[in-house]
Every structure is written in structure tokens, then in C-alpha cells.
């Protein structure tokens, strides 16, 4: 029985392997083809030669892998590449990110894009695309990101896009779309943010897309849309404002639509007999005449139907092999997975839905990507500053004085204790942890793969974390990182009152509401911090945070306010990066410049900085046009928090607002520095309330 289990497992290991390698040739050769497409002077994408033997190694730029050798991010944003994309992307089938915009790409959106029915994110905005909106991208059923915005795209709205129930952004504006607003797109139950703007759309607003349960911003401004803005669930989403606080007007996200009249919206014509007359058909609805009508299927469903016939006589074999393949190649994963667990001292576990980002994942395997983590294990006798690492600003001594050691992490953590788990994203993990010398500190988490590729400038961006010293910055204590886990390991102290989101949206005495003075401090607090990230004092180099949300900004003992997550950005790859942006876009704090440059700075900060002094003042997570609104007419029932019940000084209230109102402008230059904030808030007597 030991020689027939020993014989299985020799099988297994044999197929496992050469399937491996069969993959990683056909990826080379996939990635030549589609390099010769996207850069045709091969002057960007050098690093991309033939002559490799495994595109997982590290030298082809922004490619990432995964554990078994497949190729699951292409992150070529900004690299001014002039070619086309070419069907042949669609045959990497294990991709989970493809992020090419901001380049200079044309041609069309090609079909067989529809076929990585893997890919969570696709980004192709900022381009020169053409052509049409595949219909085919309706079968990517685990899209959750669409952008395609800023391009040149005809055609109408394919409405297959209403099955891809886990969309949450769908980016079309500043084409040249025509037709209607498909009224599928109301069944998106995860669509937070849809931006239709600046095409050449007509008809109707669908009465469906009132009742779509999440979603949170509906752009539609400057198209030729008629008749009654519908209401429903969902009614804010259509009166989203960008409040132009210095020029003195509205303009609303329904804006250039002079057809459209409704009722309880300040800038809409009240609705008449005459104005619905010249409504247009609801989408897709009988009597459009340049539209399907209801009765005619989804296209997936036509192609089913069509190919079904014949592809039956070929079922039989095909599952029977398939089921074969299967059964073995499960084995063998079992099998090494298991044999790894026995060489590795794994910790706790973390369930997770996210198969490429998982921390779960990186405490069992390691990822074939290049890492800084795969050479660098955390011991006493590595040296990061030695020669051919990259020049310090600091000395070793100072550097060395951050670096634990994994023993020390696994103790303080009981071995990652699920007790312990603080909470956790999709690359992420805190975990609640126990110094030797009885402190409490927090401990992230950060798989390998997320990490820089370049060992440089990992090492240069840990060192920037290790110089930031504020009182309003979470303290990093220190890091570790190490190649058998496959995680870094960033050590900060621990927080006890959580994070600002805690203190919003407090109902029914479940929660503690935040007293007037309070609130000033915290605001005075942010500032500061972002005053000394955007400075350049003490030979620290002046830095964008990227990040600010209610949610990093962490509060202390005494109620002074903490941004976290500063620099942090700097160790990470550009994939997640730009995975971290969707909850920050849907939260409203992504400044609306970022969509046609691509670029953070001081200005679009001070942007988060403007909506989160809007949820202080209202107490609300999220902000409304109300809020908007009310600030601008200094009517405080509407931007000031009602469990105050009254208790703040409205002139202090007049001037918050102000910065509030200021710091969000649309346009980047309209907004104040923050040396400018920090004069005016130290300028302030506030209260004792």
C-alpha cells in the first residue's frame, strides 16, 4: 500500500510539473504576442524578451504571478504605449487585473476580452479606443471594475452589462455613446457608482435604476435625456452635487439635460404635459425603435442556445476527461499543500473570497512573482543597507532599530490567533498583539505579492515609513518580514477607540456622539498631520498620503486623531494600489481630477480632507447634496449633526464649512493649501463647549 501511495504521488508531482511548464511556455509566448501589439517600436515593454524562460521571474515589468506560475496582473498604466490590444489577451485566462490606462492605446475593445472571465478589474480609460462596447463583456461574471471612460467608443450601451452582478463602478463617460440608458442596469445590486457623462445618450432615465439598492453616484450630465427624473430607493443618487462653493452655483450631476423636469430638485423644471409628451420610450421597452425590445433574450443566452445543439455529442467525452484532469490535479494540490503545512509552522487562518490577494493563501504557498520578500528574510544577521540595496538617508543603527523578528511577531499575536484578528481586506490582515515588554501594538499583515517588485524601492519605501514622526501619524514601532510566510509584517502601536467611522452614524444611544469641541479638535488634528506629510522639514521628503478616509483616521486614549496608513502606498504594487481606490471612490473622497490625470497630489488629499470634515460636522458617513447645500446657505439643520441636539457655536459651524466647501471645489486649483488651512485654524479661538 506505501509503494502503490508512493507511485500515486511520483505520478502527481510528474503532471503537476509538466503541466506547469506547458503553462508557463504558452504564457511566454502569449506575452511576446501581445507586447509586439501594445508597444510596436518595442521601446516600453524591453524587459519582455523571448529569449526568458519564465515570465514569473521578475523581469518582465508590471506582470505578476501566481503560485502556479500563471499570470494574473498585467499593470502597464502609464507606460505611453501606442499600440492596440490584441485578441490574444483574452486567451490568458488566469488574469484577475488588466490595468492599461493612461496610455495612448487605439484601435478597439476587442471581443475576446470577454473570455477572462476570471478578471475583477478592468481599466482601459484614458486611451484613444475605438469602435463599440463588446456586448460579449456581458459573460464576465466576476468583473467588479469597468472603466472605459475618456476614450472615443460609439455604438449604444450593450445591454448585457445588467448581468454582471458584481460590478460596483461602471466608468462609460466622455465617449460618444448614443442610445439609451438600458434599463438592466438597474438590476446591478452592487453598483455603487455609474458615470454615464458627456455622451450623447437620449430617452428616459429607467425607473429601475431609482430602486438599485447600493448605488451611490449617477452622472449623467451633458447627454440629451428627457422627461421625469424617476424616484425611487435610490432618489439621492440623482441629485449628487459638486458644490462650486467660490463661483456661487450648483452644478448638479443631471446638469445639460434640458429636457429632464422632475419634482424636489432644485435645478429641474417641474414636469408639465408638454414635457412628457416628448419623453421617449423607456429602454428596451416596446416602441423604442432604435432599441431591443423586451422580448428579444440576452445575447449569452442566444449563443447558448445556438451552440448547445452542437456541442451535446461532445459532452459525454469532454466531462469524462475534464473530471479525470480534475481529480488529479486536486489531488496534487491537496498533496503539496499538505506537505507544505508540514515543513512550515503555519499560524491562525483567515477565510477569504479573494483568490489572488488572500493573506490565507500566503501563509500556505509562495507566490513565483518577484518580491523583495523572497530575498529577504528578517534574521539577525540581514543587512538591508549593505551594497547594491540601495542608498539611506539613515543610518544602519536607526534602520536596525525597527526590525523585529518573526519569533517576536508570532508571540505577540499567540501565532495569529483568530482572537486576535482585528480585521482584514483583500491583501491585508491587523491582528491585536502583546510586546515582550507588555505594549500593545497592532500588527498588518501584508502578503508578499502585494508588495513592490523592485527590491529598491521597497527598501527606500520602508525607510520613509521608519522617518515619519508626528503626533498626529500612527507610530510605526517597527517591521519584519519573512520569506518562509511570505508576509511583511508592520508593527505599529495600538489604537484603543477604534476609528473615526465609529463615530458616525450613532442612532439610538448605540455609539458615543462625538461633543462639539471634540470634533474641532479632531479636525485641527487631521490637518496637522496632513501639514507635516506635505511638508519637507527634517530631510523628510514631502509626501502624499492617497488615502485619507474616515476610516485612517484612528483615535486615541485622549481623542487625538491618528492618520494611519501614511506611505504605505510606497511598498506596494500599483495593482493594489488601484484595488484599494474602489472603496475610497465609492466613499466619495477620490477628487474628480484623478479620472482624467491619473495623479494624486496635495490638492486631491485636501479633497479627503473636505469630505471628512463634512462627515464631522454631520455626523454621517455619507455625504448628500443636503450637506452640500446646507453648508453654502449656512443652514445648520442640514450639514450639522442632530444628536449635537444644538450644542455648537455656529460661527465656529460657519467657518468648518467654509473649509469644507473649499478643500472639495471641482477644480484642483480653486482649493487652498493646507499651510493656508493651518493659518486659519490657528488663527480660530474655539470653544470649551
Avoid at 185 to 193: H, I, N, S, V
Avoid at 632 to 640: I, N, W, Y
Wanted: charged share 20%; glycine share 8%; hydrophobic share 40%.
Amino acid at each position: 500500500m506505501g509503494f502503490l501511495s508512493s507511485t500515486i504521488f511520483f505520478c502527481i508531482l510528474i503532471l503537476t510539473s509538466s503541466s506547469a511548464a506547458i503553462d508557463t511556455k504558452t504564457s511566454l509566448s502569449l506575452l511576446v504576442t501581445i507586447k509586439a501589439s501594445l508597444d510596436p517600436k518595442g521601446v516600453i515593454l524591453s524587459s519582455w524578451s523571448a529569449d526568458s524562460t519564465d515570465p514569473c521571474n521578475g523581469s518582465f515589468e508590471g506582470i505578476a504571478c501566481n503560485e502556479l506560475g500563471q499570470v494574473v496582473n498585467i499593470s502597464l498604466q502609464g507606460k505611453d504605449l501606442t499600440g492596440k490590444i490584441p485578441p490574444e489577451i483574452g486567451q490568458l485566462q488566469t488574469l484577475s487585473g488588466l490595468y492599461l490606462h493612461f496610455n495612448k492605446l487605439h484601435g478597439v475593445v476587442p471581443k475576446e476580452i470577454a473570455n477572462l472571465t476570471q478578471l475583477l478589474d478592468l481599466y482601459l480609460n484614458v486611451n484613444n479606443l475605438s469602435g463599440v462596447v463588446p456586448p460579449e463583456v456581458g459573460n464576465m461574471s466576476n468583473l467588479q471594475v469597468l472603466q472605459l471612460c475618456y476614450n472615443q467608443l460609439t455604438g449604444s450601451i450593450p445591454n448585457q452589462l445588467g448581468v454582471l452582478k458584481k460590478l460596483s463602478v461602471l466608468a462609460l463617460q466622455d465617449n460618444q455613446l448614443t442610445g439609451a440608458i438600458p434599463a438592466s442596469l438597474g438590476d446591478l445590486e452592487m453598483l455603487t457608482r455609474l458615470d454615464l457623462s458627456f455622451n450623447n445618450l437620449f430617452g428616459s432615465i429607467p425607473v429601475k435604476l431609482a430602486n438599485a439598492p447600493k448605488l451611490e453616484v449617477l452622472d449623467i450630465r451633458n447627454n440629451t435625456l428627457s422627461g421625469n427624473v424617476p424616484q425611487g430607493n435610490s432618489i439621492h443618487c440623482f441629485r449628487c452635487l459638486r458644490n462650486a462653493a467660490i463661483l456661487g452655483y450648483m452644478n448638479p450631476y443631471y446638469a445639460n439635460n434640458p429636457d429632464l423636469c422632475g419634482i424636489d430638485f432644485s435645478s429641474l423644471k417641474l414636469c408639465t404635459v408638454s414635457n412628457l409628451n416628448k419623453n421617449r420610450p423607456q429602454p428596451f421597452e416596446p416602441g423604442s425603435n432604435r432599441l431591443p425590445t423586451k422580448d428579444i433574450p440576452e445575447s449569452a443566452n442566444v449563443q447558448a442556445k445556438q451552440m448547445s445543439q452542437s456541442r451535446k455529442s461532445q459532452t459525454a467525452v469532454v466531462v469524462g476527461v475534464i473530471a479525470l484532469f480534475a481529480a488529479v490535479a486536486v489531488i496534487g494540490l491537496f498533496t503539496f499543500s499538505w506537505y507544505r503545512r508540514r515543513k512550515q509552522k503555519i499560524g491562525g487562518t483567515l477565510d477569504s473570497s479573494d483568490r489572488r490577494l488572500s493573506t490565507d493563501e500566503v501563509k500556505e504557498v509562495s507566490r513565483r512573482s518577484a518580491s523583495p520578500l523572497i530575498s529577504l528574510e528578517y534574521s539577525n544577521g540581514w543587512d538591508p543597507l549593505r551594497k547594491g540595496r540601495g542608498g539611506s538617508a539613515f543610518s544602519q543603527e536607526v534602520f536596525e532599530s525597527f526590525m523585529f523578528n518573526l519569533d517576536e511577531v508570532e508571540s505577540a499575536t499567540k501565532y495569529f490567533s483568530e482572537a486576535n484578528l482585528l480585521g482584514k481586506s483583500n491583501f491585508t490582515a491587523v491582528y491585536k498583539g502583546t510586546l515582550r515588554d507588555g505594549s500593545l501594538v497592532a500588527i498588518k499583515c501584508i502578503s508578499k505579492t502585494s508588495c513592490k517588485s523592485d527590491e529598491t524601492e521597497f527598501l527606500k519605501g520602508l525607510k520613509l515609513l521608519t522617518s515619519l514622526k508626528h503626533e498626529n501619524l500612527l507610530r510605526l514601532r517597527g517591521f519584519c518580514c519573512s520569506k518562509g510566510r511570505g508576509e511583511c509584517f508592520l508593527i505599529y502601536d495600538f489604537v484603543p477607540n477604534g476609528n473615526l467611522l465609529q463615530y458616525l452614524d450613532v442612532k439610538d444611544g448605540k455609539g458615543r456622539v462625538l461633543d462639539w469641541s471634540t470634533r474641532l479638535s479632531i479636525i485641527k488634528g487631521i490637518a496637522r498631520g496632513i501639514h507635516y506629510l506635505h511638508g519637507n522639514k527634517g530631510g523628510k521628503p514631502a509626501l502624499v498620503h492617497r488615502n485619507i478616509s474616515a476610516e485612517k483616521v484612528l483615535v486615541d486614549q485622549h481623542y487625538n486623531p491618528l492618520l494611519s496608513d501614511s506611505g504605505l502606498h510606497k511598498l506596494l504594487a500599483d495593482d493594489i494600489v488601484f484595488s484599494t481606490l474602489k472603496e475610497s471612490a465609492a466613499m466619495g473622497y477620490l477628487a474628480p481630477e484623478y479620472t482624467t490625470t491619473g495623479r494624486f497630489t496635495e490638492k486631491s488629499d485636501l479633497y479627503a480632507f473636505g469630505m471628512i470634515i463634512f462627515q464631522i460636522l454631520s455626523g454621517r458617513r455619507r455625504i448628500t447634496p443636503t450637506n452640500h447645500q446646507g453648508a453654502e446657505l449656512c443652514r445648520f439643520e442640514d450639514f450639522v449633526d442632530p444628536n449635537l441636539w444644538g450644542n455648537f457655536v455656529e460661527a465656529e459651524a460657519v467657518q468648518m464649512a467654509k473649509f469644507a466647501l473649499l478643500c472639495t471645489h471641482e477644480t484642483p486649483n480653486q482649493r487652498p493649501d493646507i499651510e493656508i488651512i493651518m493659518q486659519e485654524l490657528n488663527d480660530l479661538t474655539f470653544s470649551k463647549s
